[in-house]
């Protein structure tokens, strides 16, 4: 006949550097609800903050809508976002049936946290249908060296965040972290230190 499984046997794997495993009590068939690090944690060696049991990284995300090779690009790049027009900025409003599309230009301490700049080998953007992407590459000079920012705008509807943009979570600027282009950026710091060192020393049930 069916058996429990014992207490502390993993029930549900962690999915990332801020998610944490479920393990099964021993007194029920089911896994206990999903939990993850509290927000605000630095993780990806600083470069980035847990939100949402998620940690992504500006190379994450360049990674995911131009394959392997994709990089984030020299900070100078990000010295476009204060321009506000479709290709650099820090957020948008769509445009309607009435009215344009309207860009919100990044003050200089937030560029890192607008418009994903990205450097790659690959030709084709590998996110979503490229039909309904507009693709833009600007090249400048850095000390001699030319530096590529290439950039990407992506209509998934208007429900979705454009994936375009710099992903919740990632790191940009000191006590700085990007959520869902709002335009405004600051860190979430956890509001009790010791529950960042509860969960650090957390064990599974025996």
Not at 108 to 122: F, I, M, P, T, Y
Request: charged share 25%.
């Amino acid at each position: 006949r069916c058996r429990l499984k014992a207490a502390s046997t993993v029930c549900r794997s962690a999915t990332s550097e801020c998610d944490l495993p479920e393990y099964c009590t021993g007194h029920s068939e089911f896994c206990p609800k999903d939990v993850y690090k509290m927000n605000g944690l630095p993780c990806a060696s600083d470069q980035a903050f847990c939100i949402q049991g998620s940690c992504t990284t500006h190379t994450d995300q360049c990674r995911l809508l131009w394959g392997a090779t994709g990089r984030n690009s020299d900070a100078e790049c990000y010295q476009q976002n204060t321009r506000a027009n479709r290709y650099a900025n820090c957020g948008y409003t769509r445009a309607t049936e009435t009215k344009d599309a309207q860009y919100l230009r990044c003050d200089s301490e937030d560029v890192l946290c607008g418009r994903l700049h990205c450097k790659h080998l690959n030709e084709r953007l590998e996110y979503g249908l490229e039909t309904a992407a507009k693709l833009t590459a600007a090249f400048i000079n850095i000390n001699g060296t030319i530096e590529v920012c290439r950039a990407a705008v992506i209509d998934l509807g208007t429900q979705d965040v454009d994936p375009g943009m710099v992903p919740d979570g990632a790191k940009c600027g000191d006590d700085k972290v990007q959520i869902a282009e709002t335009g405004d950026f600051p860190i979430l710091r956890p509001q009790n230190p010791d529950c960042v060192r509860l969960w650090t020393n957390w064990r599974p049930p025996v």
